[in-house]
C-alpha cells in the first residue's frame, strides 16, 4: 500500500475534473441486481469500495465489465442470494445488497457488516423497514438470513433519515406489486441519482421534496444507462485543500448544487468562491479565519463526511472554531492525527475546539479511517516540512488518484 509523502508548503494552481460519486456508484451498482439485463453506468470511480462491490456482483453471477470510468453490469443470470462474510468484511455498505438481493430473488443470506472506524454502524431502521414490507427476517450468529415475497408494500416513517436504509427500502420495493411511502426519508442527491437510475430501468421511484418518498412496485427492471453525479464530499476536500494550502483552483463536473449550505463555510473561512452549473473555482490567498459552529446533519446540512477535511482547514484558523458531529458517535479519531502535526484540537464528546494555529509541521501520521485520510492530506499540503501518510487503504476507498490531482495543481506530492 505504500505512503503518501507531502513536502507541504505550496500554494495549489491550476483545475481538476471532480471524481464520479462513491456513495452513488455503490446503492446504483448494488441496484442493478434488481435489472433483468445490462446496465451501463458512466462516471464510476476506480476506488477499493467500488471494486468490492464488483466482487459481490460478480459473486451474486452477474458479469461485469470496466472500460475506463464505464462499468457494463449483466445481471439477467442471477445464481446466488449470499454475500460471503469476507466481501461483508471488505465494506459494511454491502448492507445495502440485502434490498435488491431480497427485491429480485425473494431471499437473501449476508453476514452482519458489523461496525467500522467511526461508529457501530447498527442496521435496525433497515432490518424494521424490510419486516413492515414483509420480509421475515432471522439474525444469529451473526448471520443474517430474510425471506420476502413480493411486497404488496407499506406506508415507512424512519425515525432517522438513514441514507442506508432509505436505499434498502427502495431497492426492496421496486419490483414489488405494491405502493411504498417512506416519511422522513434521507434527501442526499445520492437517493435522487439512485431514483434516476431505477426510473430509466422501468421502475417508479418518486423523491418528493419533503423527504418523502413513493416507490410504485413493478413487475421488472430492465436495461439502460447511466451517469453518476459527482462526488460531493471529494469536491469538499479539494476546496478544503486550497483553503488550508491557498491557491486557485477550478473544479470541473462539481454538481455546485450538492453543496450549496457548505459554501458559506468556505466563505466565512475567507476564501473566495464562483461558483458555476458545473463548476467551482474557489481562490484563498490568507489564512484561513475561524468558523465559529458547524454542526453535521442530514442533508441538505452541512455533511458529516465533511467534517475531517473541514477540520483540517480550521486547524489553521485564525481564532477558534467549533464542529459538532451530530450523526456518527467516533468521528473524531483523525484529531489525534491531526494534533501530532501541530494542530490544537479539544474533543468534548461530540464537540470539537479548533484553536487555530499559525502553521502545522510535517509527521508521520496515519489514516484512521476515508475521510480522516482526507484530513491527513489537506493538512499536509499546506504543513511547514515533509508528511509521511500510511494506513493509505483508508484514502483508497473513496479518493480516485488523489495525489496524481493534487500534483496536477502544484503540489508536492508522490505515493512510495
Ligand atoms: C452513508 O452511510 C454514507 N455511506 C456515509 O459515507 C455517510 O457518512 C452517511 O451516509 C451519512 O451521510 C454510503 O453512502 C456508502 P446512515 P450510512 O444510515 O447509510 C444511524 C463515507 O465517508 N443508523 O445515514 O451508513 C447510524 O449509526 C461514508 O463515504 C442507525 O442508528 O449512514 C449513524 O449514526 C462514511 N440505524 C446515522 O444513523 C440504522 O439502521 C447515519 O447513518 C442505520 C443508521
Avoid: W
Avoid at 451474486?60 to 453490469?73: A, D
Avoid at 509527521?363 to 493538512?379: H, I, S
Wanted: include cysteine; aromatic fraction near 4%; proline fraction near 4%.
Amino acid at each position: 500500500m505504500g505512503n503518501i509523502i507531502i513536502d507541504g508548503g505550496r500554494q495549489l494552481e491550476g483545475e481538476i475534473s471532480v471524481q464520479g460519486s462513491k456513495n452513488s456508484s455503490l446503492p446504483i451498482l448494488a441496484a442493478c441486481v434488481l435489472v433483468d439485463g445490462v446496465s451501463v453506468i458512466h462516471n464510476c470511480p476506480s476506488l477499493t469500495d467500488v471494486d468490492a462491490a464488483i466482487r459481490i456482483l460478480r459473486h451474486l453471477g452477474c458479469k461485469v465489465k470496466r472500460e475506463g470510468s464505464t462499468l457494463t453490469v449483466d445481471s439477467r443470470n442471477i445464481v446466488n442470494c449470499s454475500i460471503p462474510e469476507e466481501l461483508m468484511r471488505e465494506m459494511r455498505s454491502s448492507i445495502v445488497f440485502l434490498g435488491s438481493i431480497l427485491g429480485r430473488m425473494g431471499k437473501a443470506e449476508l453476514s452482519s457488516p458489523g461496525g467500522c472506524d467511526i461508529g457501530l454502524r447498527p442496521i435496525d431502521l433497515h432490518l424494521d423497514a424490510l419486516k413492515m414490507l414483509g420480509a421475515e427476517i432471522n439474525e444469529k450468529h451473526g448471520f443474517i438470513s430474510c425471506r420476502m415475497k413480493r411486497t404488496k408494500g407499506a406506508a415507512i416513517s424512519l425515525s432517522f433519515p438513514s441514507v442506508g436504509a432509505t436505499e434498502n427500502i427502495i431497492l426492496a420495493s421496486a419490483l414489488g406489486v405494491g405502493r411504498t411511502v417512506i416519511h422522513n426519508a434521507a434527501r442526499e442527491p445520492e437517493i435522487l441519482d439512485l431514483a434516476s437510475f431505477l426510473n430509466k430501468a422501468g421502475c417508479r421511484v418518486i423523491v418528493g421534496k419533503q423527504g418523502t418518498v413513493v416507490i410504485e412496485g413493478r413487475r421488472r427492471a430492465f436495461s439502460s444507462e447511466h451517469r453518476v453525479i459527482p462526488d460531493r464530499i471529494v469536491a469538499l476536500t479539494y476546496m478544503s485543500a486550497v483553503g488550508a494550502a491557498g491557491g486557485d483552483v477550478l473544479l470541473r463536473n462539481a454538481d455546485v448544487s450538492s453543496f450549496l449550505t457548505v459554501l458559506p463555510v468556505f466563505e466565512e473561512a475567507g476564501c473566495n468562491i464562483v461558483p458555476s452549473k458545473n463548476s467551482l473555482r474557489i481562490s484563498m490567498n490568507t489564512r484561513p479565519k475561524c468558523v465559529k459552529n458547524i454542526r453535521t446533519m442530514p442533508y441538505p446540512g452541512f455533511p458529516t463526511d465533511a467534517q475531517a477535511p473541514v477540520m483540517a482547514m480550521l486547524s489553521l484558523g485564525y481564532g477558534t472554531s467549533v464542529m459538532v458531529e451530530t450523526i456518527f458517535e467516533n468521528r473524531f479519531k483523525h484529531v489525534s492525527e491531526l494534533s501530532r502535526m501541530g494542530a490544537r484540537i479539544k474533543i468534548e464528546g461530540r464537540v470539537a475546539i479548533i484553536e487555530g494555529v499559525e502553521s502545522l509541521y510535517g509527521a508521520k501520521v496515519k489514516c484512521t479511517d476515508l475521510r480522516g485520510g482526507g484530513a491527513l492530506v489537506v493538512a499536509g499540503l499546506s504543513a511547514k516540512g515533509r508528511t509521511v501518510i500510511s494506513n493509505l487503504e483508508h484514502i483508497d476507498r473513496g479518493y480516485e488518484n488523489i495525489e496524481e490531482n493534487l500534483r496536477k495543481l502544484g503540489a508536492e506530492i508522490e505515493r512510495t
